[in-house]
Structure formats: structure tokens, C-alpha cells
């Protein structure tokens, strides 16, 4: 991307570095992670969010927390499992968690017994490398995808950040906004607030117009306003989990959005990278939606308390989008339309 060269993980002589991405926008911090509780604390606590850049990050952390020192094959290998079990708990909806550690696991189990330490720890390395460098790829292809589906002049509505902050660079659906703006096109982007953690206002604010994009920031509940304005073209949005039949969910407030954009007959687009498509579950009811302190909703943003101090909460961080909704799913190996039942699985299986 020409104007914003950002990535949130560096992985650099070794060294795992994060954004900070509860210090946007105001500061620009990274922060190290070097043992199992670092990446822990750094996912469940949202210094790394999005679930293709939580996917890299917990194989990269995994691979820094583990005592490649330890001789005992049997207690390496158990040292190994403790710390990706553990670190696949951190947060349960973003499949990329758990479809990363399993592919360090896999790797781990098909390696642990024929070679040395140096080696086993090399190989888990360019592991843990591959899945960063293909989530780059990923992301740059739906990019080029996404952007056959905009045209010069269109107004997008985006909800959450699922931009190059939420991935390891680029973005999922932000990718083709970034590319637009290469290419010269002008596109407008409104983007939702989010509440209660305000990816939308503190991340995506602040990546488009670092970027140079034309970005207008809405409170949540302004959706409805500007599609029937007429000023929205296109939604699109990221997903953490794509169930088999295509429900995907998506950061609260994602299936309200799709809600109102079928009523306003706008067309609903959600990113999903293969990674995030998980073919086991086979509906939306079957998705785990973390549910998070309901302090967020009141007191974590805000100088003072914004309801009574211990008022009732509820707090889901997701909600499932049903495939009814989605005009598109658009991946890194191509534009899946319904039913989807049959194209995700094709795209899924294919080489
Ligand atoms: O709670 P978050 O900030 O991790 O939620 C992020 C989202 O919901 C994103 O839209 C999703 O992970 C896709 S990121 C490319």
C-alpha cells in the first residue's frame, strides 16, 4: 500500500513485536512478547485484534514461549501442548486462533522425534513465518478481488477495524479501499463507530486517515440514516468465523448492519481468508461467541462511570451474520457466491 506502510506484528532477529492497539490513537507503541502469558494477555486483552493478525501472532508468540532448551523430548513436547493449549484459550471466536496453533501442532507432532532441538525449533520458526507471510498474501489477493467489486466515486459503510491493523498487513475488507486510493479512485468510507471498544472510531478512523482516505466517522445507530440517505453503495465488513452454510460472525453490530442493508438494497460483502472459513462448524448457532466484562460497555472508554456502578450487563463481542444477508464472501482464492454451502467448500478444497 503506497501511504500506509504499517504493520501490527514485526517479527525481526527473532524478536515479536506488537502494536499496542489499545494505546490507538493516540500512541504508536510496540510492546515484546516473549513468554506464553505475554501473548495471552496481549490477545485476550485486545493489543492484538483481528483474527488473521490474532491467527500470526499466537504462532509466532507460541513459538518465542516455548523452552527450546529442554532435552527430554517427552517433556518438550508437553512444555509445547501446555503453552498452545493455553494460548488457543485467550479468545474463543476468531478461528484463526485455533487454526494456527493447530498447524504449529501439527507440525510439532510430525517433527518432534526425528530431528535435534536446533532443528525442531527451525522448522517450527519457518512455520510460524509461513503463516505470516501467507496471510499477506491472502490479504493483498482479496484486495485485488475486492476491488472489482468497487466502483470510482461509491460510498462504503465498514463496521469493526478489519484493515491492515486487524491482519498482519493490508487488511481483509479495507485491503481493496487501501488499493482504490493507489489507483487514484475515490471512494468514501463511513465507518462505525463500534461500540463498545470502538475499533471502528479508534483503529479504522485512524488507518484511513493515515491513509489519506476520505473517512467520516458514524456513531453505530446513524447506519440506518446514511443508507437511506442514499449515501452508501456498499457494506463491507471481516469475519472471525465462517460456518459451512456461510452464517459468519462478525464484531457486534455486524448483522444489524446486514440487516439494513437488505432493507436499503445495499450489497453486503464479507472478507473471509480461507483461514477463516471453518468447514467443521456447519451453522452459525454452532460458532462460540466470547462474551467479555460488562465494564467495557460503561467504564473502560470513558473519564467517569456511564451507568449506575454495578448496573446488570451484557456484553457479546460477535454476533453471526446469517448467510442469508451476505451478497459475497470474498476470499484470497476467489469471489464465493450462494449457495454457499457448495462455493466456500470448493474454495476451501481447493489447491
Ligand atoms: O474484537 P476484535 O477487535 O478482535 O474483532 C475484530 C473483528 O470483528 C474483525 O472484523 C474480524 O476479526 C476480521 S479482521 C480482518
Avoid at 42 to 48: D, G, N
Avoid at 65 to 81: E, G, P, Q
Avoid at 289 to 299: N, W
Amino acid at each position: 500500500m503506497a501511504k500506509l506502510d504499517i504493520s501490527p506484528i514485526k517479527f525481526e532477529s527473532d524478536r515479536l513485536l506488537l502494536l499496542d492497539q489499545t494505546r490507538l490513537p493516540g500512541e504508536e507503541v510496540f510492546i515484546e512478547i516473549e513468554t506464553q502469558e505475554d501473548i495471552y494477555d496481549a490477545i485476550k486483552k485486545l493489543k492484538v485484534r483481528g483474527a488473521p493478525a490474532i491467527g500470526v501472532a499466537a504462532a509466532l508468540g507460541l513459538w518465542k514461549s516455548v523452552d527450546w532448551t529442554i532435552n527430554d523430548r517427552k517433556k518438550l513436547a508437553l512444555d509445547f501442548h501446555e503453552k498452545a493449549d493455553y494460548i488457543a484459550s485467550s479468545r474463543p471466536t476468531a478461528v484463526n486462533l485455533e487454526w494456527a496453533i493447530n498447524r504449529m501442532c501439527r507440525v510439532f507432532d510430525d517433527t518432534a522425534f526425528g530431528v535435534g532441538n536446533d532443528k525442531l525449533r527451525d522448522v517450527l520458526r519457518t512455520e510460524a513465518v509461513s503463516i505470516m507471510e501467507e496471510d499477506i498474501k491472502a490479504s493483498k489477493k482479496m484486495g485485488e478481488y475486492g476491488l472489482s467489486l468497487l466502483k470510482e466515486g461509491m460510498g462504503i459503510l465498514t463496521h469493526c477495524n478489519a484493515g491492515t491493523i486487524a491482519t498482519t498487513k493490508y487488511g481483509t475488507c479495507l485491503a481493496p479501499v487501501h488499493l482504490a486510493k493507489e489507483k487514484g479512485m475515490k471512494i468514501k468510507v463511513f465507518a462505525d463507530e463500534t461500540r463498545p471498544l470502538l475499533q471502528g472510531a479508534r483503529l479504522t478512523a485512524w488507518e484511513l486517515d493515515k491513509a489519506g482516505i476520505d473517512v467520516t466517522l458514524i456513531c453505530d445507530n446513524m447506519a440506518a440514516t446514511v443508507m437511506s440517505q442514499g449515501k452508501i453503495d456498499a457494506v463491507v465488513v471481516g469475519c472471525d468465523r465462517m460456518a459451512a452454510n456461510g452464517d459468519g460472525a462478525n464484531k457486534i453490530g455486524t448483522m444489524g448492519v446486514a440487516i439494513l442493508a437488505k432493507e436499503y438494497g445495499i450489497p453486503f460483502y464479507m472478507f473471509v481468508p480461507t483461514s477463516t472459513i471453518d468447514l467443521n462448524t456447519k451453522t452459525g448457532a454452532d460458532i462460540p461467541i466470547e462474551e467479555r466484562d460488562g465494564e467495557e460497555i460503561y467504564k473502560m472508554w470513558y473519564a467517569k462511570d456511564m451507568a449506575p456502578k454495578g448496573i446488570k450487563t451484557f456484553n457479546p463481542a460477535f454476533d453471526v451474520t446469517p448467510a442469508k444477508y451476505i451478497t459475497a464472501v470474498v476470499t484470497e482464492r476467489g469471489i464465493a457466491y450462494p449457495p454457499y454451502e457448495e462455493s466456500l467448500k470448493k474454495l476451501v478444497e481447493q489447491e
